[in-house]
T-cell receptor, first 113, second 115 residues
Framework: KNQVEQSPQSLIILEGKNCTLQ??????????LRWYKQDTGRGPVSLTI???SENTKSNGRYTATLDADTKQSSLHITASQLSDSASYIC????????????WGAGTKLIIKP | KAGVTQTPRYLIKTRGQQVTLSCSPI?????VSWYQQTPGQGLQFLFE???????NKGNFPGRFSGRQFSNSRSEMNVSTLELGDSALYLC??????????????FGPGTRLTVL
């Protein structure tokens, strides 16, 4: 079954600290993997998109990694800020005739001052 | 460049009614996707339109339908509303279909409440 599982479900850290969010998927065949940030009540905003051949991609303080062999991805946030409080969603595109997007349930991150 | 716009932003309807939501993609974008998000739930994919053709469809009942016009603007219609249809409906546009690894840009959403 094509699934995307994210952990932890929620995370609370202090401002200035680093954190890593995990994404495991069983989607096959694989096309690409995306990380989105969604503030409460707003639409998601794309952080990174990685294809099969990419292992790491950065966007400012956000760094995503991809291990296509183990079907795992992580999103590392460095020097967290209060504005990083949001849900972070992992999405995997299935390489089929319709290029179906499989969405994870997200990790809710809370940054405390 | 203007972002994705959705109208209306908020809507209150009663059970049994129907509703039409509108989405204007970023200029030049040909792909429009619709999603439903209920409180505490992840995004549920409704459908994707590309050049006026529905290319992908999620697992939603036939009460949910959509269309795309020649200018890439898209509408989503929900008939015979149920209480469970209360949700944030999000529209996303991209230059081409997601198979080409183009970034999706989301609109602010339409908050639908069914009483």
């Amino acid at each position: 079954k094509n699934q995307v599982e994210q952990s932890p479900q929620s995370l609370i850290i202090l401002e200035g600290k680093n954190c890593t969010l995990q994404c495991n998927y069983t989607v096959s065949p694989f096309s690409n993997l995306r990380w989105y940030k969604q503030d409460t009540g707003r639409g998601p905003v794309s952080l990174t998109i990685m294809t099969f051949s990419e292992n790491t991609k950065s966007n400012g303080r956000y760094t995503a990694t991809l291990d296509a062999d183990t079907k795992q991805s992580s999103l590392h946030i460095t020097a967290s800020q209060l504005s990083d409080s949001a849900s972070y969603i992992c999405v995997v595109t299935r390489l089929d005739s319709n290029y179906q997007l499989i969405w994870g349930a997200g990790t809710k991150l809370i940054i405390k001052p | 460049k203007a972002g994705v716009t959705q109208t209306p932003r908020y809507l209150i309807k009663t059970r049994g009614q129907q509703v039409t939501l509108s989405c204007s993609p970023i200029s030049g974008h040909r792909s429009v996707s619709w999603y439903q998000q209920t409180p505490g739930q992840g995004l549920q994919f409704l459908f994707e339109y590309f050049s006026e053709t529905q290319r992908n469809k999620g697992n939603f009942p036939g009460r949910f339908s959509g269309r795309q016009f020649s200018n890439s603007r898209s509408e989503m219609n929900v008939s015979t509303l149920e209480l469970g249809d209360s949700a944030l409906y999000l529209c996303a546009s991209s230059l081409a279909g997601v198979d080409r690894v183009y970034e999706q840009f989301f609109g602010p959403g339409t908050r639908l409440t069914v009483l």
